[in-house]
């Protein structure tokens, strides 16, 4: 069974991912207030050692939890009733596989993985496109679906988004300079002044350390000429919960804050994005635990 996270057992955010993943993992797929309760006066590392504290902390987690199935809405795999058990929605999670995925990929240090980054751009990109009901390209490097040198991929990206020139700077060497993810919604006409929307991803747990890198403006700025649309807006996604005393703080830094539940929200409802690489891997970590 999932190990408690020891490092902070006061933690509400990270003990809800424990209930959560604990009723993945279970064989009748549930979790309980009870098996929280258990599991925190088990540990009883001076953290949680008074009776009130330990309550506190469990009315704290299904907060928390109350909040995630609003948040994510169709996309969140879980249901819970006033007993306090928390249930894994037909007992199949694949239905809702972004947000399993996010849960897993937060719960493990991201060194441990390779290929999880990239599942995760491809999950954000998906969320961004649904939320803006547009289009969008994966940019970050290495790319997949884009040509893999920077040079050529910022002239197919011009020629895709209907925008300005590259601009050639030789002595510059970039992969993506901070942009894993472009969105845009056209018009009919297919004329540039459109909204746009220019994405970074943090799937480690230092997130938080890259909310101020990408500068949509002098991003423009030093690698497109002719651009005539309003500066992009900024967005970060993040597998992550965040702590709701934090959110307006993050947010400013941000610009459209994608959390786990925004990402599960959006991109749970793309019929067409191919899953199974993202349901193989979130499968292969759990099998693991």
């Given amino acids: 069974m999932v190990d408690l996270p020891y490092d902070d057992l006061t933690d509400a955010l990270r003990l809800a991912d424990w209930l959560e993943l604990y009723a993945l993992l279970s064989p009748d797929k549930n979790s309980s207030r009870g098996d929280l309760e258990s599991a925190l006066r088990t540990a009883s590392l001076h953290e949680l050692d008074e009776f009130e504290e330990i309550e506190t902390k469990i009315l704290d987690v299904f907060t928390e939890i109350e909040q995630r199935a609003k948040s994510a809405g169709d996309g969140y795999p879980f249901e819970f009733d006033y007993q306090g058990i928390l249930s894994l929605r037909k ?126 403006e002098e991003w423009l700025r030093q690698w497109i000429t002719g651009f005539v649309s309003p500066i992009p807006l900024k967005s970060f996604f993040t597998p992550y919960r965040i702590d709701p005393d934090r959110w307006d703080f993050y947010g400013r830094k941000a610009g459209i804050l994608f959390d786990r539940c925004r990402i599960a929200y959006w991109a749970s409802r793309y019929s067409n994005f191919d899953r199974r690489p993202i349901i193989d891997w979130t499968q292969a970590f759990l099998s693991q635990l």
């Avoid at 300005?164 to 002044?193: C, M, Y």
Wanted: charged fraction near 25%; hydrophobic fraction near 35%; aromatic fraction near 10%.
């Fill in 91 to 216: 007992h199949n999670w694949e239905c809702c596989a972004e947000y399993v995925f996010c849960l897993c990929l937060s719960y493990l240090p991201l060194s441990n993985t390779r290929s999880a980054p990239k599942l995760f751009e491809a999950v954000s990109r998906i969320a961004l496109e649904r939320y803006l009901a547009g289009r969008s390209v994966g940019f970050g490097a290495p790319r997949h679906d884009m040509p893999s040198s920077f040079e050529d991929a910022m002239k197919e990206l011009c020629g895709r988004m209907g925008e300005g020139e590259f601009r050639l700077q030789s002595t510059l060497n970039r992969q993506d300079d901070t942009v894993d993810l472009i969105a845009w919604k056209d018009f009919a006409d297919g004329h540039p002044s459109k909204v746009m929307i220019f994405g970074q991803c943090g799937a480690g747990r230092n997130w938080n350390e890259k909310l101020g890198d990408l500068q949509p």
